[in-house]
């Protein structure tokens, strides 16, 4: 007797994606390798992304043409103090599409002034600054794991990736001047302008009488007389 073997069938119409479909690309995001031990890095592998850590000069996150800088709400305050937000900000401004993300808000009270010590007004007129004259969307995260979502959801959208070319932002001569007499608690640039104005040099500003001092810039003497005077 002839035994005949028989072979399965091949199945052309299978649903089966088999190797003949390549696997898909993760979504690729650049971050800043001073990012690397934050909890959003971990996050964001976890929901399938791919991490590239770089030197940013700007920004924290590069996801595709979008630049994020990300604060916790503690840092937030302490670079809205020392003036380092105000410069980053700036410098943001090389990028067409910016987001500033401030993290942790179900966390910690943003506008508290016993947790942040600053004015709850005054971090509210700053934010305002943030987007009306510098147009820079603001989004506020509830903890790490909302940022890492939001900066998923950003990376499968259907944009071209941004080319690297932003640079830190070099002050000039009389915004050096102006940054330092700016570090004075209670000095806005306004009140730094005036002070420059009239004595030139910080110096001139340190020397200067508690009348003269007094006489440009009112009460806010005092503070700048109170530091002048203050042991180490």
Do not use: C, H, W
């Not at 091949?10 to 995001?29: C, E, T, V």
């Not at 929901?47 to 030197?55: H, K, P, Q, Y």
């Not at 806005?188 to 110096?203: C, D, S, V």
């Amino acid at each position: 007797m002839k035994i005949t073997k028989s072979y399965p069938l091949l199945d052309i119409f299978s649903k089966r994606k088999s190797n003949l479909k390549k696997d898909k690309p993760r979504p690729r995001i650049i971050v800043d390798y001073r990012e690397k031990n934050s909890l959003v890095i971990s996050e964001l592998i976890k929901l399938g992304l791919e991490i590239e850590f770089r030197e940013l000069k700007v920004a924290d996150y590069i996801v595709k043409d979008v630049a994020i800088e990300r604060k916790t709400i503690k840092d937030f305050v302490s670079s809205m103090i020392n003036k380092r937000l105000f410069n980053q900000i700036q410098e943001l401004q090389q990028y067409k599409n910016k987001l500033l993300l401030v993290e942790g808000v179900d966390e910690q009270d943003l506008y508290s002034d016993d947790k942040t010590g600053v004015n709850g007004n005054a971090i509210r007129g700053f934010l305002l600054s943030i987007l009306l004259k510098y147009n820079i969307p603001i989004i506020f995260t509830k903890d790490y794991e909302d940022s890492a979502k939001f900066i998923s959801v950003l990376s499968k959208k259907q944009t071209k990736e941004l080319a690297l070319k932003a640079k830190k932002r070099i002050l000039n001569k009389k915004e050096q001047l102006q940054f330092i007499v700016e570090g004075f608690p209670g000095i806005g640039p306004k009140t730094a302008q005036k002070l420059l104005k009239k004595f030139k040099t910080i110096q001139n500003i340190i020397g200067a009488s508690e009348k003269e001092l007094k006489e440009t810039i009112g009460k806010k003497a005092e503070v700048i007389i109170k530091i002048i005077r203050m042991n180490y």
